[in-house]
């Protein structure tokens, strides 16, 4: 029986991809990176170390140390924090209220670290999340495509792996649930083609956020 719905936030709740992939490419190459925008697509769901160790592997042949990843990821947010304020995604509100109208807990679990994003949350969807009901890069010690922060959000949620779906629209996001036996909603809000969520493992792919409570309500039913 379905007890929870666990929400990744970029490209899911809010409209944040394009801002987050113009910053990590004006980053690497404040670095002397070459990283492109359709990287930072393949690459979302990382933490903002998993991305940079990725980056210095490839440009140095080695891990980042702390100190570099503080760095960067600095430049990155610094970027990040001067592009316009993401707008929510359309039918996000509405998709959240079906969740709560069904008697279901709403679970965050991002791979963001962006303070100011986070924070915003409670503007945007007033009462939905609270710490208790988030993960994010401050709380793991792996990254998607890793399963440990679906598994997280099952703990705080209470429920076990079939008691749940989450809804992603990154190809290692799907992955990283798909690894943590959670059916995977993908919505594809992003460029990337249709077949890098199927290929990821997504049970179902709705055309938008807004099919999401018709999805949902024909889910339950089926039960
Ligand atoms: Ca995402």
């Given at each position: 029986m379905l007890k929870a719905v666990l929400f990744d936030m970029d490209g899911v709740l809010v409209d944040s991809m394009p801002g987050h992939a113009k910053a990590w490419v004006k980053a690497a190459h404040d670095v002397g990176?070459?990283?492109t925008e359709q990287e930072v697509y393949i690459n979302e769901g990382r933490t903002g170390d998993g991305?940079?160790?990725?980056?210095?592997?490839?440009?140095?042949?080695?891990?980042?140390?702390?100190d570099e990843v503080k760095e960067i990821y600095s430049i990155k947010s610094h970027y990040y924090n001067l592009e316009p304020e993401p707008p929510v995604i359309e039918g996000a509100a509405e998709m959240l209220r079906s969740v709560q109208e069904a008697g279901l807990k709403?679970?965050?679990?991002?791979?963001?670290?962006?303070?100011?994003?986070?924070?915003?949350?409670?503007?945007?969807?007033?009462?939905?999340?609270?710490?208790?009901?988030?993960?994010?890069?401050?709380?793991v010690c792996h990254c998607?495509?890793?399963?440990?922060?679906y598994l997280m959000g099952l703990?705080?949620?209470?429920?076990e792996a079939?008691?749940?779906?989450?809804?992603?629209?990154?190809?290692?996001?799907?992955?990283?649930?798909?690894?943590?036996?959670?059916?995977?909603?993908?919505v594809n809000t992003g460029p990337l083609p249709e077949s890098a969520l199927s290929e990821a493992g997504a049970g179902i792919i709705l055309p938008s956020v807004k099919a999401f409570p018709e999805f949902l309500n024909t889910f339950i039913h089926k039960q």
């Open positions: 990176f070459s990283l991305t940079i160790n990725i980056l210095m592997q490839r440009e140095r042949g080695r891990d980042a140390t702390a709403c679970i965050l679990v991002t791979g963001s670290g962006e303070k100011a994003q986070l924070a915003r949350l409670e503007k945007h969807f007033p009462g939905v999340f609270t710490r208790e009901t988030m993960v994010t890069s401050f709380d998607k495509p890793h399963p440990e922060p703990r705080k949620a209470g429920v079939d008691e749940a779906i989450v809804v992603e629209n990154a190809p290692l996001g799907v992955q990283a649930a798909v690894a943590a036996g959670i059916f995977t909603v993908a």
